[in-house]
């Protein structure tokens, strides 16, 4: 294993961010290529067989360009429906991204979780399975938001968002779930951890659970006893499509001073 290997985050845009921020908190010294599908972005409203064909073609040559050491689907849309052509297309470690059920089952009181994904993820039989695995005794209300993923790349590039555009996205489901009360929200897609403020704000009683820490624990786990490079390697970003300008900002602020349009 070569010190310089990169660690390959891959996303539709700018979700994956939230699962490298953590990533880079364990590993500051890995390498880092961030893949953005920017050209094929939102995901969410695509088709199952558009995202099992297409998210394997493209990390595959992105596996090809940058030789990376393992690759990370940092996309619960992509995870939910490729992970499993990715792997079998693919020869080095892939991690997926999985809704986070499991702890949300874990510490939710009234039994009643709210599950905020991409359309494409909440309408996956994988989500049904893992809420009858880990969640049987609790209501499980999912909800699927085109609208939050644009919120979470516009202020990512800089707009001014507000916390009643956040709420005004996710109140169907509060609204869905009548008299019960949904005291647990899995966010269940990369993007919304980046507007976890403003959802905060927006309801101050719920508890947000995502994966992107235990993703992080994995990425450490599978990577432990390798070699790092000695100093720190540049983080290098690559876009299907232009990024607009006002957002290499952000990127720079998550180490990834190298951008570049595949
Ligand atoms: N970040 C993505 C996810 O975790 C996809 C957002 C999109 O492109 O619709 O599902």
Redesign the pocket.
């Known amino acids: 294993m070569q010190a310089d290997a990169p660690i390959l985050f891959f996303?539709?845009?700018v979700?994956?961010l939230s699962v490298l921020q953590p990533a880079r908190a364990l590993l500051p010294r890995a390498a880092i290529v961030y893949a953005a599908d920017s050209a094929?972005?939102?995901?969410?409203?695509?088709s199952e067989a558009e995202i099992a064909s297409r998210v394997p073609a493209l990390l595959g040559r992105l596996v090809e360009r940058f030789r990376p050491r393992l690759a990370v689907i940092?996309?619960?849309?992509?995870?939910?429906i490729a992970l499993d052509h990715v792997r079998a297309a693919l020869d080095l470690p892939v991690v997926g991204?999985v809704p986070a059920i499991k702890p949300a089952a874990e510490q939710s009181r009234t039994r009643v979780i709210g599950v905020l994904?991409?359309?494409?993820?909440v309408r996956q039989p994988y989500v049904d399975d893992l809420a009858s695995r880990f969640a049987a005794d609790c209501t499980i209300v999912p909800h699927g938001s085109?609208d939050l993923?644009d919120l979470a790349e516009a202020k990512l590039a800089g707009d001014t968002i507000s916390v009643a555009d956040v709420r005004a996205a996710a109140q169907p489901m509060f609204n869905a779930a009548g008299d019960s009360r949904i005291d647990t929200v899995v966010l269940?897609?990369?993007?919304?951890p980046l507007l976890a403020d403003e959802l905060r704000e927006a309801w101050p009683d719920v508890a947000y659970v995502d994966g992107g820490a235990g993703i992080a624990r994995r990425i450490a786990f599978l990577t432990r006893k390798q070699p790092w490079p000695a100093q720190l390697p540049l983080g290098i970003a690559v876009f299907t499509a232009p990024p607009r300008a006002t957002l290499l900002g952000a990127l720079d602020r998550f180490g990834l001073d190298d951008v570049r349009v595949l």
């Open positions: 996303d539709s845009g979700g994956g094929g972005y939102p995901y969410g409203k695509r940092a996309c619960n849309t992509a995870s939910t991204t994904g991409t359309e494409a993820t085109p993923v269940a897609c990369t993007h919304f």
